[in-house]
């Protein structure tokens, strides 16, 4: 059976894309952030693992507010990147893994998440980002599969509901009849609020205290609704249900590997943790 060798979770924002483009990892806004990933990126060195299950929320990329399902997986044998209207270059495309893919979606559906499923499915910066900061090459090196989570038009799933998600994902990684190593990575978030009257909001104090829980408590955050979330983080802070699903895909005692938080990336609170099975 397929193994999981840990969980990765980081903030996606799409300035990171254009500092990656103009290579200004040593520049002094950028470095506290960039030189958060060396130690991750060494891990992976040495874990190696051969595919990544990637949660993240689409921003209307791919779904837009016509149609915008809670939960849908990927099963498309590779992941295009298009123009968002951020700046930002397009990336290569990502590999896809059918088998998981499929194996994921059989799994969700039998544990009654009526999850949508998307052969052709095209990838934002909440995916392609994060790939990037870990993988550098491009293409990325491993295979991933998208898994995306609604998080950008009301009503979204409690807290609760996403943690369960979270859980039936990694219990279906597990099932996989397969000897790859999955990685589960989780991106979003911390606090940040990109408009209205709050635009420009963070919440240092809980976004410490819920990095906090990922390692000693993961499902603290489920005690929260849709709305103290918002209130607490931010309307986009709200991103941090990606964290929340990985972690419960990947339960138990887990090793801190590393950890970064840094204020601020453009509008966020950016985040950075991970954490290796045991
Ligand atoms: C920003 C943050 C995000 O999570 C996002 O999706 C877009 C923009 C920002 O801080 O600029
Ligand atoms: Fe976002």
Request: charged letters at 20%; glycine letters at 8%; hydrophobic letters at 45%.
């Amino acid at each position: 059976m397929a193994k999981i060798v840990g969980m990765l979770t980081t903030s996606h924002v799409p300035a990171i894309g254009g500092a990656i483009a103009k290579n200004l990892q040593q520049d002094a806004y950028w470095k506290p952030f960039f030189d958060g990933f060396i130690p991750v990126r060494r891990w992976l060195d040495e874990v190696k693992p051969d595919v990544a299950v990637v949660l993240y929320n689409d921003h209307g990329l791919n779904f837009f507010l016509d149609k915008m399902p809670t939960f849908s997986v990927g099963a498309a044998p590779e992941y295009h990147n298009a123009d968002e209207g951020w700046g930002i270059p397009t990336l290569a495309p990502t590999r896809g893994d059918l088998d998981l893919s499929w194996h994921l979606i059989n799994e969700l559906v039998d544990r009654e998440f009526d999850i949508t499923t998307c052969q052709e499915m095209l990838v934002d910066h909440a995916f392609t980002i994060p790939l990037k900061l870990f993988w550098p090459q491009s293409p990325c090196p491993i295979p991933a599969v998208p898994v995306c989570i609604n998080t950008v038009q009301f009503p979204l799933p409690s807290a609760r509901r996403c943690y369960a998600f979270g859980q039936a994902v990694g219990d279906a990684i597990r099932s996989w009849d397969s000897d790859k190593k999955v990685v589960v990575i989780g991106t979003g978030g911390l606090s940040h609020q990109l408009d209205g009257e709050r635009a420009g909001f963070i919440n240092k104090d809980f976004d410490l205290k819920f990095m906090d829980s990922m390692i000693n408590d993961p499902a603290w955050a489920t005690q929260f609704s849709i709305h103290e979330l918002v209130e607490k983080t931010g309307t986009q802070g709200v991103e941090l249900l990606m964290w929340l699903a990985a972690r419960a895909a990947v339960p138990g005692t887990l090793k801190k590997i590393h950890s970064n938080y840094h204020i601020p990336i453009s509008n966020t609170a950016s985040g950075l943790m991970a954490l290796a099975t045991v």
